[in-house]
């Protein structure tokens, strides 16, 4: 649940958002042609993972899909309520 937490918080979003942004500048200004735009729509799954705040990998990780969900605190554990 630790990755889940860290990818929930502040910066695991920050660096979906930068990720997603990087893999659209790459596949429209520096690769040419279908697979530049493929690698483009691949960067919006990242993009929009982070600026709405859901796991796009949570069925795989066995986690919450929405990232909201990873930061509420349980009584089994209280300290997966710390995202910041």
């Given at each position: 649940?630790?990755?889940?937490?860290?990818?929930?918080?502040?910066?695991?979003?920050?660096?979906?958002?930068?990720?997603?942004?990087?893999?659209?500048?790459?596949?429209?200004?520096?690769?040419?042609?279908?697979?530049?735009?493929?690698?483009?729509?691949?960067?919006?799954?990242?993009?929009?993972?982070?600026?709405?705040?859901?796991?796009?990998?949570?069925?795989?990780?066995?986690?919450?899909?929405?990232?909201?969900?990873?930061?509420?605190?349980?009584?089994?554990?209280?300290?997966?309520?710390?995202?910041r």
């Open positions: 649940m630790g990755f889940a937490a860290f990818m929930a918080g502040w910066f695991g979003r920050a660096v979906r958002i930068a990720a997603g942004l990087a893999l659209i500048g790459i596949g429209l200004f520096r690769v040419n042609g279908t697979r530049g735009i493929a690698i483009a729509v691949v960067g919006l799954v990242p993009l929009l993972a982070g600026a709405f705040n859901v796991c796009a990998l949570a069925p795989l990780l066995h986690v919450p899909f929405k990232g909201a969900e990873v930061c509420m605190p349980t009584s089994a554990s209280p300290a997966a309520g710390d995202c």
